[in-house]
Antibody
Framework: EVQLVESGGGLVQPGGSLRLSCAAS????????MHWVRQIIGKDLEWVSG???????HYPGSVKGRFTISRDNSKNSLYLQMDSLRAGDTAVYYC????????????WGQGTLVTVSS | EIVMTQSPATLSVSPGERATLSCRAS??????LGWYQQKPGQAPRLLIY???TRATGIPARFSGSGSETEFTLTISSLQSEDCAVYYC????????FGQGTKLEIK
């Protein structure tokens, strides 16, 4: 069974940093592209980063230069380093698996809440 | 960026009736279109990919159609457990999602 379990969310002040982790199991992690998607509470979904099997990384303009995605295949783990956080980054962050080398998300974790507030 | 627009924002359907949800892309995405279901307090779940292929374990009452810029998700006979928000996603380019359609039981 595919499982994705996020951790590391919490309350952080504007301008601060936070590192999210995602523990993957039930599949060969190294052979899948992985992504982070966020959702402002009850609202829109926004893709915030992706990393392919070769370690190539991709970001939308809204987070480029502030967020860094990485992976450790030896630990079956995905990470998201978030710096210079803003109130608008407040959301639930989901770890997702990309299907067949696309950005279609076939499995999602349960999410971790990040709140940016003073 | 490809903008995805869903309609209606809210849909009320009686049990056993058909529900039809729409998704429009601002430019062609070929058939690189997925549909997700999200229930309160849960993560989205993949229902449909490649515009019309059901994901593993998805009941046959869910079907998808369309190509290029116009897509439809149909639930042939609505069950109470189908109450949820439904999102479309294009993955032809860097992924973008529609704003969702909330499906309610009438």
């Amino acid at each position: 069974e595919v499982q994705l379990v996020e951790s590391g969310g919490g309350l952080v002040q504007p301008g601060g940093s936070l590192r999210l982790s995602c523990a993957a199991s039930g599949f060969t992690f190294s052979t899948y592209d992985m992504h982070w998607v966020r959702q402002i509470i009850g609202k829109d979904l926004e893709w915030v980063s992706g990393i392919d099997t070769g370690g190539g990384t991709h970001y939308p303009g809204s987070v480029k230069g502030r967020f860094t995605i990485s992976r450790d295949n030896s630990k079956n783990s995905l990470y998201l380093q978030m710096d210079s956080l803003r109130a608008g980054d407040t959301a639930v962050y989901y770890c997702t698996r990309g299907r067949d080398r696309t950005t279609l998300m076939d499995y999602w974790g349960q999410g971790t809440l990040v709140t940016v507030s003073s | 960026e490809i903008v995805m627009t869903q309609s209606p924002a809210t849909l009320s359907v009686s049990p056993g009736e058909r529900a039809t949800l729409s998704c429009r892309a601002s430019q062609s995405v070929n058939s690189d279109l997925g549909w997700y279901q999200q229930k309160p307090g849960q993560a989205p779940r993949l229902l449909i990919y490649a515009a019309s292929t059901r994901a593993t374990g998805i009941p046959a009452r869910f079907s998808g159609s369309g190509s290029e810029t116009e897509f439809t998700l149909t639930i042939s006979s609505l069950q109470s457990e189908d109450c949820a928000v439904y999102y479309c996603e294009q993955y032809k380019d860097w992924p973008t999602f529609g704003q969702g359609t909330k499906l309610e039981i009438k």
